[in-house]
């Protein structure tokens, strides 16, 4: 490559560049949902809350973060202003959900990060894969939005006022011949949003987009589903039924998405199912009741598998499924040290909630050994070391700040046994996982080959 190609290369991007002092007539959408946004402030639309300010401070951070990754990435793509215009927005539309004290601005938002992200996974739109995805994407979103709508009707309705603060306050004297089909709706909008099943094939599909869109799901948008059941929990509260059905589903899902990530080969698939699977965990966490759980998981999760996937561009592992596996028995060894601590605060506070906390412990005594096993193979031992030692104390102090901001729900969905009893069997299956990665066992080879086409829709 000569000089004179760098130099028409470095026009064509200055042409492109992804940020620019004029705005132009393609820039009038995402100005005015900026607009919308500053006069919801100004009139008092917008209500701070601890789920809305998680949800705006992760979107921001991790789109600032992508639009840095993507001005590189992205330099030699005609369409790059496009996917910093669309990466704005989708920012903007995601703080007016968070912040909205109004149901219809909260829709709005909804529905403008939707239209966005499906416009985004598109990118590629040359290339038919990439617009099969985006079509797949958009039923998903229309699914959610219909859903979100639904229910708002029914709220508002029931309630006279479109006011967040007066329709929650008004639930316990709403029938549940409205409360019932509104959290119910309230459940579908945040599956679809979350790629729960029914709902998965939409991000299986979109690999298809640049990583930076990949990354960019997960700045409160993948996620959202769960800041959506928090924000309007007295609704999910008021219909045990639609709670028992969003905690099954969690469970169906955080399996799914464990058994897809345990077969698929490529890092981009892996990371996706692993998103499924979380999504699973922190849907059952809002479901029990446990809200400040399930809002650091939703921070957390959005904030690593952010970067996970900026790292995953054009990386290829040559590592064995077995390399990445814990050595036995250490699983079996941690899975009893969990019971073991759980047993322990079951009988000092019954109050708390044991299934996200037993979790969270076991996924920090994992890190804590594999931390263990890379300090003998590196000079730098107590610095490996001491990594997840500090991600517990984040993680505790995090956990009980996030505590002291958003209460839980006032009736836990079980008893503190029964989730006992369901921390084992996750623990349990934890250990089977891990026997699985190992090599020491093996699946089925038709379960295994429905594996690796699960959650991926048929051309």
């Given at each position: ?140 979103f229309a699914a959610s939005d219909l859903a979100l709508v639904g229910a708002a009707l029914l709220l508002v309705l029931g309630a006279g006022s479109s006011d967040l603060a007066t329709i929650l306050s008004a639930v316990p004297s709403m029938t549940q011949t409205v409360i019932a089909p509104a959290a119910f709706l ?90 499924i699977a979380q999504m699973g965990f922190m849907l059952l966490t809002v479901a029990l009741g446990a809200y400040a759980a399930a809002l650091w998981h939703m921070v957390a999760h959005g904030l690593f598998k952010a970067w996970l996937f900026l790292g995953s561009a054009g990386t290829i592992s040559s590592a064995s ?84 901001l958003q209460p839980d729900a006032g009736m836990p969905l079980l008893s503190p046994y029964a989730q006992f009893g369901l921390l084992s069997l996750f623990l349990a299956g934890g250990v089977l996982q891990q026997s699985l990665a190992s090599g020491a066992r093996s699946l089925p080879p038709a379960l295994y080959a ?10």
């Amino acid at each position: 490559m000569n000089q004179t190609t760098l130099t028409a290369s470095s026009r064509q991007w200055s042409n492109t560049a992804l940020y620019r002092l004029a705005p132009r007539a393609a820039d009038l959408p995402v100005i005015a949902l900026g607009a919308v946004v500053v006069t919801a402030l100004a009139l008092g639309l917008a209500t701070p809350n601890t789920a809305g300010m998680a949800l705006g401070c992760l979107s921001v951070l991790v789109t600032l973060v992508v639009l840095s990754f993507a001005r590189r990435q992205l330099r030699a793509d005609p369409r790059a202003a496009s996917f910093a215009r669309m990466a704005v927005g989708l920012v903007i539309a995601t703080v007016l959900t968070g912040l909205a004290g109004n149901v219809l601005l909260l829709v709005a938002g909804w529905i403008a990060s939707g239209r966005l992200m499906a416009g985004m996974i598109g990118h590629a739109d040359d290339w038919a894969e990439a617009r099969a995805a985006a079509r797949r994407a958009s039923l998903a979103f229309a699914a959610s939005d219909l859903a979100l709508v639904g229910a708002a009707l029914l709220l508002v309705l029931g309630a006279g006022s479109s006011d967040l603060a007066t329709i929650l306050s008004a639930v316990p004297s709403m029938t549940q011949t409205v409360i019932a089909p509104a959290a119910f709706l309230l459940v579908i909008a945040a599956l679809a949003r979350c790629a729960l099943p029914p709902f998965s094939s939409w991000l299986m599909s979109s690999l298809a987009a640049p990583t930076p869109v990949s990354a960019l799901m997960h700045a409160g948008f993948v996620n959202a589903g769960g800041f959506l059941l928090i924000r309007l929990a007295p609704v999910l509260e008021a219909a045990p039924s639609a709670r028992f059905t969003l905690f099954a589903v969690g469970i169906a899902a955080a399996v799914f998405g464990s058994a897809i990530m345990l077969v698929r080969s490529d890092v981009k698939g892996s990371l996706a199912a692993s998103t499924i699977a979380q999504m699973g965990f922190m849907l059952l966490t809002v479901a029990l009741g446990a809200y400040a759980a399930a809002l650091w998981h939703m921070v957390a999760h959005g904030l690593f598998k952010a970067w996970l996937f900026l790292g995953s561009a054009g990386t290829i592992s040559s590592a064995s499924s077995r390399a990445k596996a814990l050595p036995q028995p250490i699983p079996a060894v941690i899975a009893l040290t969990t019971l073991t601590g759980a047993l322990a605060i079951l009988q000092a506070r019954s109050d708390l909630p044991l299934l996200p906390l037993g979790l969270a412990c076991a996924a920090l005594l994992s890190a804590f050994a594999v931390g263990l096993g890379a300090a003998g193979r590196s000079r730098l031992s107590a610095v490996t070391v001491s990594v997840p030692v500090m991600l517990i104390a984040l993680n505790a102090g995090a956990l009980g700040a996030m505590a002291a901001l958003q209460p839980d729900a006032g009736m836990p969905l079980l008893s503190p046994y029964a989730q006992f009893g369901l921390l084992s069997l996750f623990l349990a299956g934890g250990v089977l996982q891990q026997s699985l990665a190992s090599g020491a066992r093996s699946l089925p080879p038709a379960l295994y080959a429905r594996l690796i086409h699960a959650g991926t829709p048929a051309a």
